[in-house]
DNA sequence: TTTAACTTTCAGTAATTATTGAAAGTTAAG
DNA sequence: CTTAACTTTCAATAATTACTGAAAGTTAAA
């Protein structure tokens, strides 16, 4: 395989692989080509490399940059703006994780914390609050972990787990 | 708040927050009822208490029985099949792992290891192998904790990350 | 200032994904 | 068998989500 293919591959591959995981497939594409691209893009070259409207750019590169996963630069002589992605990917799974969090934990949790108010103590009361318990203690759980992955550092991930990943 | 309001906004918010992660609404909601249902509920049950058509409850709960997290149960003297969730949600937990690393990262290991065969010896050639062989490394981390989880019993959550997790 | 090189917005439209419901398929009871 | 009580399928359609492109907005240079 040849390089530019394989670069294009991974683009591609990236963008279907997103749409599974609920996040948009141009978005993740976007990314990809910054994060293979070996120097800072214009709109123009994202529009022309993958085929899509100036509109559809600026909304998605502007999300990039939401999740702290994309920045602009500038290029001296050049009134446009250019785009880069981080290229350290422990830095990119912690700000993945971080979005992840936000949009898939933390709303569990406050919704749990609300229906767990109710009072009432009839035996299917009781049984509803013991799911609801329950729910909330291993989202709890989840949640402090992936916390603590975002505030940690590059040999968390390694040194943390490794006992307890090998066999 | 009352039992029934609280279980009917439970069922209600899952489903919307389902959507934020890539899950079908009804599947979610599908899966809410009859996580805080007290009895198995047929697939009328089901179509009564959230307004859906036959069809949509069959395709939903077949899919929720494959992710293994509901199944199907026989009432005596019944014809027609009843349907429970898991209570267990350490279980749920598990499941809900299990299919998502199937779906969010096997694809991506399975990819990378692809790409990164590719043969070339350019600097840019050699940046994008770089990049290609830490997105490896964090992914195939990752993915072996997953794995870990899905093997290990209730208390593996608490135990072993009550260190790193305290502050 | 004014102009021109850009970026942003957003209404209209396209593409994707989910749902319906009626018809076809299956199986237990008579 | 035959019937009836169910379950499954799937083409048509609805609902949702993403994308386009032209117009409006912004800002740096002349």
Redesign the interface.
């Known amino acids: 395989?040849?390089?530019n293919e394989?670069?294009n591959?991974?683009i591609q591959?990236w963008g279907s692989?997103a749409?599974?995981?609920?996040?948009n497939k141009t978005m993740a594409q976007v990314h990809a080509l910054l994060?293979?691209s070996?120097k800072p893009l214009s709109a123009e070259d994202i529009m022309d490399t993958l085929k899509i409207s100036r509109g559809n750019v600026n909304m998605n590169v502007r999300a990039l940059i939401d999740w702290g996963i994309v920045s602009k630069e500038f290029v001296v002589g050049e009134r446009k703006e250019f785009f880069v992605a981080d290229?350290d990917?422990?830095e990119l799974?912690k700000q993945i994780t971080k979005e992840r969090k936000k949009?898939?934990i933390e709303?569990?949790i406050k919704?749990l914390d609300e229906?767990k108010?109710?009072?009432?103590s009839?035996e299917?009361?009781e049984?509803?609050k013991k799911?609801?318990g329950?729910?909330s203690?291993?989202t709890t759980?989840?949640n402090?972990?992936l916390e603590?992955a975002i505030k940690a550092d590059e040999h968390?991930?390694?040194s943390?787990?490794t006992k307890?990943?090998k066999k």
Not at 117 to 120: G, S
């Open positions: 395989m040849e390089l394989a670069k591959k991974y591959t692989l749409t599974s995981w609920g996040i994060l293979v070996t290229k990917i422990w799974f949009r898939e709303p569990v919704v229906l108010k109710i009072d009432d009839s299917e009361g049984q509803f799911v609801l329950d729910l203690s291993v759980k989840v402090s972990i603590n968390w991930l390694l943390n787990f307890m990943v």
